[in-house]
């Protein structure tokens, strides 16, 4: 069966850096792109942007130009998070979400907690 | 970009009860619409794509419709296990932008 399983839980200082995974399982990682959605607690869901799987091409949206980045490592069928400089409005869950065939998102990770305080 | 405005924010209704959901685009989104439904700390859960095509394994009581801007969620016969968070997103262009949200709360 398709999975999306995320790393877990981090808690990191203002000014450093996180790296969060999304490892796939059960169809071929490089036939579908994967979106990446933020969620501040208690708020809604946020498109951050996403990543061709295949040509490895990323697309951020306007919000999360800059410190956010988005890479693959496609032999371990894996997509990667990583938000340079952390600030305290970093601090929520992320998932990743994998693209189906008209765009829709059919697949998500369990989400990772991201938490930035001093 | 396209913006995308639900409402509404939030719904109380009792078991049994129909409710309606509505989003609406600031373009044409050309039937590129889903919804999704969150539990309290949980992923979301696709319940509806291409604005009107059920998700595998979602109840036949969840119903979607519209087209070109305006679309809506409907769910018939409200069971408790309904409650959570509604979202809707178009897939039209990027950015793939959500809706506000609604909250449902079982009276």
């Known amino acids: 069966q398709i999975q999306l399983v995320q790393s877990g839980p981090e808690l990191k200082k203002p000014g450093e850096t996180v790296k969060i995974s999304c490892k796939a399982s059960g169809y071929t990682f490089t036939n579908y792109g994967m979106n990446w959605v933020k969620q501040a607690p208690g708020k809604g869901l946020k498109w951050m942007g996403w990543?061709?799987?295949?040509?490895?091409?990323?697309t951020y949206a306007d919000d999360f130009k800059g410190r956010f980045a988005f890479s693959l490592e496609t032999s371990a069928s894996t997509a990667y998070l990583q938000i340079n400089n952390l600030k305290n409005e970093d601090t929520a869950t992320y998932f990743c979400?994998?693209?189906?065939?008209?765009?829709?998102?059919?697949?998500w990770g369990q989400g990772t907690l991201v938490t930035v305080s001093a | 970009d396209i913006q995308m405005t639900q409402s509404p924010a939030s719904l109380s209704a009792s078991v049994g009860e129909t409710v309606t959901i509505t989003c609406r685009a600031s373009g044409n989104i050309h039937n590129y619409l889903a919804w999704y439904q969150q539990k309290q700390g949980k992923s979301p859960q696709l319940l509806v794509y291409?604005?009107?095509t059920l998700a595998d394994g979602v109840p036949s009581r969840f119903s979607g419709s519209g087209s070109g801007t305006q679309y809506s969620l409907k769910i018939n016969s409200l069971q408790p296990e309904d409650f959570g968070s509604y979202y809707c997103q178009h897939f039209w262009s990027t950015p793939r932008t959500f809706g506000g949200g609604t909250k449902l709360e079982i009276k």
């Open positions: 990543i061709n799987t295949y040509t490895g091409e990323p």
């Open positions: 979400a994998r693209d189906d065939y008209d765009g829709e998102f059919a697949y």
């Open positions: 291409n604005a009107k």
